[in-house]
């Protein structure tokens, strides 16, 4: 798993990885069902503070690729819904 970071235009600090799906779950085990098929490849995966976002496909060298190059893939990733947890009494 390739990981870096970078700040975008804005400032905001960006956290980046390589997400591939284990050998498990491209043999067909259960837990790939719950994997949509555009994911069996593996995605990117883009965390700021305030945002997540997903990238696939992607680029096998990107993380050779400099900041604004990152910066692009950033902005062409799909965000991603926080997940909700549940509260004690729900």
Same mark, same amino acid.
């Given at each position: 798993?390739?990981?870096?970071?970078?700040?975008?235009?804005?400032?905001?600090?960006?956290?980046?990885?390589?997400?591939?799906?284990?050998?498990?779950?491209?043999?067909?085990?259960?837990?790939?069902?719950?994997?949509?098929?555009?994911? #069996?490849?593996?995605? &990117? !995966?883009?965390? @700021?503070?305030?945002?997540?976002? $997903?990238? +696939?496909?992607?680029?096998?060298?990107?993380?050779?690729?400099?900041?604004? #190059?990152?910066?692009? &893939? !950033?902005?062409? @990733?799909?965000?991603?819904?926080? $997940?909700? +947890?549940?509260?004690?009494?729900?």
């Amino acid at each position: 798993m390739a990981f870096r970071t970078f700040r975008d235009p804005e400032g905001r600090e960006w956290q980046v990885w390589d997400v591939i799906p284990s050998r498990e779950v491209e043999a067909g085990s259960r837990r790939s069902n719950y994997l949509p098929a555009e994911m #069996a490849d593996g995605w &990117l !995966c883009f965390e @700021a503070a305030d945002q997540k976002r $997903r990238l +696939t496909p992607f680029p096998s060298d990107w993380a050779t690729h400099d900041d604004a #190059a990152i910066h692009a &893939l !950033c902005c062409a @990733a799909e965000p991603v819904a926080a $997940r909700r +947890t549940a509260s004690i009494g729900e």
